[in-house]
């Protein structure tokens, strides 16, 4: 349910800021108010509590953002108010920043290794991956996970490249637990 709530208004808001050409404000102002709903719990169990009418709710959040966003995001943040489908506010802005992400050609990326990586190590991993894939830009995050003993596990979006000790030695047995005598 949050996955098809997301992708209907993320997508609404994204197609809206393309077509008034407000994309990076939209982008921007995303983020701040999707920062202000998870830091500010008080705020968000108001808006999440079922006791509280729908215009009590627009009618603060018309308080708190009007004037500070762009009417494309508080018309959103309305709609989704009007619809009783506020618990999904993080998914649905997640799901934007992705998009635009992905129309700006940046690439965000979880490189895991056993062992911290060097700068040049990454450096040079940055190059690989921008030439094997259509990303102007990359975003990468980097994370240690011993387990691995060697090698890289690289997440690109919902791709998954596997090139770690742990993951071999997995496939090995299984091809040896195959193995009839």
């Given at each position: 349910m949050a996955k098809v709530v997301a992708k209907t208004y993320g997508d609404a808001?994204?197609?809206s800021g393309l077509e008034k050409q407000v994309l990076d404000?939209?982008?921007e102002e995303v983020i701040q108010v999707d920062n202000i709903l998870l830091e500010n719990e008080e705020l968000n169990r108001f808006l999440c509590h079922p006791k509280i009418t729908k215009e009590e709710k627009i009618e603060v959040v018309n308080n708190v953002f009007k004037g500070k966003i762009c009417d494309q995001l508080m018309g959103l943040i309305c709609v989704v108010l009007e619809k009783g489908r506020q618990q999904y506010f993080h998914?649905?802005?997640?799901?934007?920043?992705?998009c635009v992400k992905e129309y700006k050609g940046i690439g965000v990326v979880e490189?895991?290794?056993p062992m911290p990586l060097t700068d040049e190590q990454?450096?040079?991993?940055?190059q690989k991956l921008l030439q094997t894939t259509s990303y102007n830009t990359l975003e990468i995050s980097y994370h240690e996970d011993i387990s691995l003993i060697g090698g890289v596990?690289?997440?690109?979006?919902?791709?998954?490249?596997d090139g770690s000790v742990k993951q071999r030695l997995y496939d090995l047995q299984k091809q040896l637990m195959n193995i009839q005598v």
């Open positions: 808001l994204f197609e404000t939209l982008y998914n649905i802005f997640s799901y934007f920043i992705g490189i895991t290794s990454k450096k040079e991993m940055e596990v690289i997440r690109i979006g919902d791709r998954v490249v």
